[in-house]
């Protein structure tokens, strides 16, 4: 018997996450990069996904796309129908409101940090830190009763090294992250890669003694994002959890669907 699953596709800057879940839990996902999404890489790892998909005897009902870059929403709604035989929803992110918030904060919040909001607070709670690496770095505070407190943000990797080349005549270009060495290296590449690292790594550690600071109390650090792997094992103490923001979107997706058949 094929079990009922549903997709959900967290779309990024950096990265687009393609996860299949059931009601709770996550059979499947794949990772594969923004930038790159019709390479012959990606549909590498895309068909890989399919085929754990298929041993799994999994049959789709549905599907979600959270999306922080409507540009090539439709690029994805092809792909879904394409590879995986849905015509997936859209999340409406403008007209969902996050009631779980410091009564202060009164702008929108944004479409991945809600997400990643819910899930820390469903599988971790607070009081807690959580740190988001993509294409902006994001700090989101949560106390411990789970109600966001506060936001910063800080260029991420890719974005620091967009800024080298960008405002630079002679530094070359370099597209990833990828194999980065946490040493000093001899070459020009090594030494903006091994900057930005070391920037990330100390802006991580400086705001969690910073923010336990004001908080009077220790705080989980909880690492998700693109770029979390390449610093997560530099750091102390951390709940690592690539998945953080597709697990709150399938919150956010049964929530709906229970809603829809409330409705009906």
Known sequence: MEKKVHLIVDVGNTTIVFAVFGEHDCFAHTIISSSEMNSADSKT??????????????????????????????KITIMCKKYFGIKPSIF?????????????????????????????????????????????????????????????????????????MNDTDLLPEVKSMSEMKPYA??????????GIYWSTVGFVEHQRKIQEGIAGTKLKLILTGGNSCFVKDEIKDNIYDPLLTVKGMNILYMEAKKWIIRKF
């Open 45 to 74: 790892k895309i068909n890989a996904f399919l085929n754990q998909i298929n041993c799994q005897k999994l049959e789709f009902d549905g599907g979600m796309i959270y999306s922080v870059v409507p540009s090539i929403n439709n």
């Open 92 to 164: 409406d992110w403008e007209n969902y409101e996050y009631s779980k918030k410091d009564s202060r904060i009164t702008d929108k919040i944004g479409a991945d940090l809600i997400a990643d909001l819910i899930a820390a607070d469903r599988f971790y709670g607070g009081p807690a830190m959580i740190m988001d690496l993509g294409t902006v770095n994001k700090l989101l505070l949560i106390d411990d009763k789970g109600i966001f407190t506060g936001v910063s943000f800080m260029t991420g990797m890719e974005s620091a090294l967009k800024a080298f």
């Open 185 to 194: 290296g001899l070459g020009t590449v090594e030494a903006m890669k091994h």
